[in-house]
């Protein structure tokens, strides 16, 4: 892992993933991107599905990326990275490495679109062979880089353009998928849950390291606030990342080896979720008198899943 | 290293057998697969080779055709020898990466056991995925029995890897009628074998680190259109070096093969254009019909992409009448071999009386006595000097006849 200090430094070293690219002014996931790429001192090879990552970093003749950078499709970023993986593992059995020297990692990008949706079977898949490399799910909870329509990341309760509020209807009737629980249940090495921002900074940086020296698959399922479609603030996104962690909707933990569960943030006194919920456009229908049954709804969700991430802590099984 | 594998000088092989002992002796870096009917075996044997030894790269059993080539595409990019194997519905859900493999110019190798399409659903051969594939950027080889799948995956190889090409490469057999069906082949040893694909020529790969690559780029409306020309390009030009590699396979093994196939044509009158194992079938069908004074040849595009236009027209210009077989549904019109050839002719000024005939869907049997029938009917057009017969016709389709003008 690089030795930063302090977030400052980040801003400051653009060499593996640089600045110029077209995300929007306060979008997360360059801040995801750039913790996780400066999180080792090894080579990368990076893949990405297509999404606004991928639209935003890599338009020809220019690129946002210092590595190795493959782009195919939505739904196979996972299947291609495994690919490269073998080459790299193939070519150095058979001695014909381009550089001997130098010790390459493999780190898939992937929007939640390319990741809980129309590309899980391809990680699904590249998990289960048990490829050594990275996946990081950039998740803003829907298909934002097409203007946003739901996926399964979509929590309760969202207004996106498929699943609109209406004169008859909240927005988004499913839960969110537990994408996480379900790369755990792949009995993946290690998987976490991070957010990007100036609180828990360390937390991600800490989680990227370990899961790219971890050998064998891993997953990071990293909550990307959106400002495009979340409707808040751009100079917002840190805040809101933070309130996500503060409120339970997103907590910070991490699991070993498929099982070994541990809780790496405790919010000091969680916040009702109206204090994340309130901030963002996409909920502002959700406080109407007829809909406060939704938000009932959703705290009590939110206090059930934290409370079985506390127990299974205990339990340590 | 992997162990060298003792091969007679003739072996008894089927298609897929040909095939998976032409991909371990090219020593594939990585091969990424998912099993089909009817090219399974391909992927079982190769599994067997590593297995056994005999194989020392990676043989990634991916979930999916779609991860398949999305692997290879990730493996090809990162900078070594690929290839991969399927039929009909994996060929057709592997589609989307198809372009993208073409597209990032990634010397990919496919054995392709041609099948029919669902629905309904149909394990037998015929041509509806090689034809789902035409625009896909690839070249797309035909063989005939096994010899021919193995000699043109080797051959396929050192295609794709040319740095004159670097284009993925498919090598075509008939389902069942070449993958399950076994005939002499003669094989190469593995040093000889190996030596004439040569070592893989690294352009551009991802895991030369120091030379960071970036592959998939985003390209609108200022960049696509050069993209896609500039392969295009590539494919076209390709006629040179598959024509090279021919000739030194030749040198090697006696074995001449030919952009544009053709039998008896020298002094034929009338011919048939005929891709897969059926042109053999029409090669006796031919000899039949000669005997009964019908002067007629055969004609095949080896290489389905690109489609050697001048050389078809060129051996057909003295041709009074053309029959173009298609063991493919066109669905809404003629087949791509009638529009392929009638286009040929038209480019080079000359023109002929064309019909089309569909056959073979499913595993459907084509014999000798079906192709003798075709060609007494293109004789018929040929001594009318106009078409007196229909423009498409079905062969051995049960049920009332069924044609279109």
Not at chain 1, 44 to 53: H, K
Request: charged content about 25%; aromatic content about 10%; glycine content about 8%.
């Amino acid at each position: 892992m690089k030795n930063i200090s302090n977030l400052k430094e980040f801003a400051c070293t653009p060499d593996r993933f640089q600045g110029g690219h077209r995300l929007c002014p306060g979008c997360a996931h360059g801040m995801i991107v750039r913790e996780v790429v400066n999180a080792t001192e090894d080579d990368l090879v990076i893949s990405t599905a297509t999404g606004c990552l991928e639209v935003c970093s890599a338009i020809y003749p220019y690129t946002s990326w210092d590595v190795s950078w493959l782009h195919i499709g939505f739904e196979n970023a996972a299947a291609g990275i495994s690919g490269a993986e073998a080459m790299y593992k193939a070519l150095s059995r058979k001695n014909r490495l381009y550089n001997e020297d130098r010790n390459v990692k493999f780190v898939a990008f992937g929007g939640d679109g390319g990741t809980y949706d129309i590309g899980f079977q391809s990680l699904s898949g590249a998990t289960e062979r048990g490829h050594d490399f990275l996946y990081v799910c950039l998740d803003n909870e829907g298909y934002m880089n097409t203007g946003g329509q739901r996926s399964s990341s979509t929590p309760i309760g969202a207004h996106t353009t498929t699943s609109p509020r209406g004169r008859v209807s909240y927005g988004e009737k499913n839960r969110k998928k537990d994408l996480t629980m379900i790369m755990a249940a792949h009995g993946c090495p290690y998987v976490a849950t991070a957010v990007p921002g100036s609180k828990h900074w360390k937390d991600l940086a800490a989680k990227a390291a370990k899961a790219i020296s971890t050998a064998g698959p891993t997953f990071i399922n990293a909550l990307s606030p959106c400002t495009t479609e979340w409707k808040f603030k751009p100079e917002d996104t840190v805040e809101i990342a933070d309130l996500a962690v503060e409120t339970c909707m997103f907590p910070l933990y991490e699991i070993e080896d498929g099982h070994k569960l541990t809780i790496t943030y405790r919010p000091k006194q969680k916040l009702p979720v109206e204090e994340y919920l309130s901030r963002q456009g996409r909920f502002s229908h959700l406080f109407k008198p007829e809909n406060s049954w939704v938000l009932e709804e959703i705290q009590k969700e939110v206090d059930r899943y934290w409370e079985y991430l506390l127990r299974r802590e205990e339990a340590g099984v | 290293m992997a162990e060298k594998y003792q091969l007679k000088s003739k072996e008894v092989w089927d298609g897929n057998t040909a095939a998976s002992h032409a991909l371990r002796q090219a020593q594939v870096d990585v091969v990424a697969a998912y099993p089909i009917t009817p090219s399974t075996p391909i992927v079982q044997n190769y599994a067997s080779f590593l297995a056994n030894g005999y194989v020392d790269g990676e043989f990634v059993m991916v979930e999916s055709e779609h991860s398949a080539m999305s692997a290879c595409v990730g493996a090809a990019a990162a900078g070594g020898r690929v290839a991969t194997a399927t039929s009909s519905q994996g060929y057709a859900l592997m589609v989307e990466v198809l372009y993208q493999a073409s597209g990032m110019r990634l010397p990919i190798v496919m054995t392709v056991v041609n099948r029919a399409l669902a629905s309904p659903l149909n394990i037998h051969g015929d041509h509806g995925d090689l034809y789902l594939g035409r625009d896909a950027g690839w070249i797309h080889l035909i063989a005939n029995n096994p010899q021919e799948a193995y000699d043109m995956t080797l051959c396929a190889f050192r295609i794709a890897e040319d740095e004159r090409v670097r284009l993925p490469v498919t090598t075509n057999q008939d389902g069942f009628l070449v993958s399950h069906t076994a005939q002499v082949v003669e094989p190469l040893d593995d040093d000889t074998a190996y030596k004439f694909i040569g070592d893989y020529k690294p352009l551009n790969p991802m895991l030369d680190i120091k030379n960071p690559q970036t592959y998939g780029a985003q390209t609108e409306e200022e960049w696509h259109f050069e993209f896609k020309a500039t392969q295009h390009k590539a494919l076209m030009e390709s006629p040179a070096v598959i024509d090279e590699v021919f000739a030194a396979f030749e040198k090697l093994t006696g074995r001449k093969y030919n952009r544009v196939e053709s039998y008896k044509l020298d002094d034929a009158e009338i011919a048939l254009v005929v891709m897969g194992s059926a042109y053999e079938t029409s090669m006796v069908a031919v000899d039949k019909a000669r005997e009964e004074g019908i002067k007629v040849g055969l004609i095949m595009p080896r290489s389905f992409r690109p489609f050697p236009y001048n050389e078809i027209a060129e051996k057909l210009k003295n041709i009074k009448a053309i029959a173009a077989l298609d063991r493919s549904c066109p669905m809404g019109a003629m087949g791509a071999l009638y529009n392929e050839v009638a286009g040929a002719l038209a480019a080079n000024g000359e023109s002929a009386i064309m019909t089309n005939y569909i056959y073979g869907l499913g595993g459907r049997d084509t014999t000798i006595e079906h192709i003798l029938e075709v060609i007494k009917e293109t004789n018929e057009n040929a001594k009318a000097g106009k078409r007196v017969t229909d423009l498409q016709g079905f062969i051995n389709l049960r049920g009332p006849k069924l044609s279109f003008n």
